[in-house]
T-cell receptor
Framework: AQRVTQPEKLLSVFKGAPVELKCNYSYSGSPELFWYVQYSRQRLQLLLRHISRESIKGFTADLNKGETSFHLKKPFAQEEDSAMYYCALSGWSGGSNYKLTFGKGTLLTVNP | NAGVMQNPRHLVRRRGQEARLRCSPMKGHSHVYWYRQLPEEGLKFMVYLQKENIIDESGMPKERFSAEFPKEGPSILRIQQVVRGDSAAYFC??????????????FGPGTRLLVL
């Protein structure tokens, strides 16, 4: 079974501080991991995916298969980063690679 | 491109009534997914449809829920005889193909259903 755990419901940091949003997953096959972000009054949008190995808006995330983690990091948080962040997984097995499994989300607040 | 459109954005129903939620995918997208988000929970997959076909409905409750994606028009998620436990946010997403590894699922703004 697929499972995504985001242990922090709320995370508050000051502007300019480093930020790390934790994500752990459970999946027996070869997963693909995503981070989605939802800014206030906006729709859910893809922030980044591990297969792309890119940095978006200064955020990076590395898939650690040994620790089954995909933590999202940014060295210097900005106020505009305040949003709800969801970690998601899709499994590449049995053809059902389209089915996204989401964590419960972490609400990040960046204080001035 | 207006993105994935969902309507209504908010829907209030009394117990026992029917709820119809509509989703128009992005232009050029023929794959539609419905997710449900209960309060304090993450989004949970319900059903995956292509035009005129239900590909995977493994996340749909066995009773009262149905989905369609006709040849013409939006995808419809239908909930019959709603109960309070159906109160949730229902999100639709679309993609060009059904391969998550290559394609991004683009989400609509969601429909907030409240059952009184």
């Amino acid at each position: 079974a697929q499972r995504v755990t985001q242990p922090e419901k709320l995370l508050s940091v000051f502007k300019g501080a480093p930020v790390e949003l934790k994500c752990n997953y459970s999946y027996s096959g070869s997963p693909e991991l995503f981070w989605y972000v939802q800014y206030s009054r906006q729709r859910l949008q893809l922030l980044l995916r591990h297969i792309s190995r890119e940095s978006i808006k200064g955020f990076t995330a590395d898939l650690n298969k040994g620790e089954t983690s995909f933590h999202l990091k940014k060295p210097f948080a900005q106020e505009e980063d305040s949003a709800m962040y969801y970690c998601a997984l899709s499994g590449w097995s049995g053809g059902s690679n389209y089915k996204l499994t989401f964590g419960k989300g972490t609400l990040l607040t960046v204080n001035p | 491109n207006a993105g994935v459109m969902q309507n209504p954005r908010h829907l209030v129903r009394r117990r026992g009534q029917e709820a119809r939620l509509r989703c128009s995918p992005m232009k050029g997208h023929s794959h539609v997914y419905w997710y449900r988000q209960l309060p304090e929970e993450g989004l949970k997959f319900m059903v995956y449809l292509q035009k005129e076909n239900i590909i995977d409905e493994s996340g749909m409750p066995k009773e009262r829920f149905s989905a369609e994606f006709p040849k013409e028009g939006p995808s419809i998620l239908r909930i019959q005889q709603v109960v309070r436990g159906d109160s949730a946010a229902y999100f639709c997403a679309s993609s060009r193909t059904g391969l998550a590894r290559q394609e991004t699922q683009y989400f609509g703004p969601g429909t907030r259903l409240l059952v009184l």
